[in-house]
């Protein structure tokens, strides 16, 4: 439709063709739906991936927003994290990777987001996420909040979990892609 437009200008203002030409062009304006997936994903875990792969399917668009400066202290820089999820992502062709800090309805704002989407594993994730996603409305009552269940094998998947387990020897195995196990590895062996 993009190149209808050089077409549509030269026709003169008043003209009898130009009467149709919004109808036409509205024809085929596509309102597509962009979603944001924000969290800290130190690491991505193979729960946060499934999650992906359903708001992908989802939306027209998904960000994953990974949260720069959390006040906790992570175990992946912020390099590192981005790294790991578009190694993630990557076989997804409508999900790409970005960071923010600040208030998340601003960077929702900022990408013309309409939607949030968060995972929800239990019902003690559940007052949480619920709290958070009210905030969120308030801030901002045009951003729908959207929880999404992974699937019930990742359900006790959690990235701090996930960090405990392989610091003390346990194998995490199936619960995160493997580079993130090699990064793991490679972190422990430095
Ligand atoms: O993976 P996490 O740590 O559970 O993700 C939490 C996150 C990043 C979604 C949340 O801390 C957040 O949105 N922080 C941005 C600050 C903000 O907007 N706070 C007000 C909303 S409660």
Redesign the pocket.
């Known amino acids: 439709m993009a190149g209808l437009w050089p077409a549509i200008c030269f026709v003169p203002r008043g003209c009898f063709a130009t009467s149709f030409v919004p109808l036409y062009y509205n024809q085929f304006a596509v309102h597509t739906i962009k979603a944001i997936y ?5 690491p991505v875990t193979n729960g946060h991936l499934d999650l992906i792969a359903r708001g992908s399917k989802l939306f027209d668009h998904l960000v994953v ?3 720069q400066n ?1 006040s ?1 202290s992570p175990l992946f820089s912020e390099a590192e994290r981005i790294e790991m999820l578009t190694e993630g992502v990557r076989q997804f062709g409508n999900v790409s990777v970005a960071t ?1 800090n ?6 929702a704002r900022e990408q013309h987001a309409e939607a ?1 989407i ?1 995972g929800v594993r239990a019902i003690s994730d559940y007052e ?1 996420e619920l ?3 009210l ?2 409305r308030r ?1 901002a009552p045009e951003l729908e909040t959207i929880f999404l269940m992974s699937d019930a094998k990742y359900s006790f998947v959690s ?1 701090r979990l996930v960090k405990q387990v392989f610091e003390l020897g346990g194998s995490v195995e199936g619960l995160v892609p493997p580079f993130v196990i090699e990064r793991m590895k490679a972190r422990r062996s430095s």
């Not at 924000?38 to 130190?42: A, K, L, V």
């Open positions: 924000p969290g800290s994903f130190d927003a990974i949260l959390a906790k923010f600040g208030l998340l309805v601003d960077f949030v968060r949480y709290q958070m996603a905030m969120n801030l990235s």
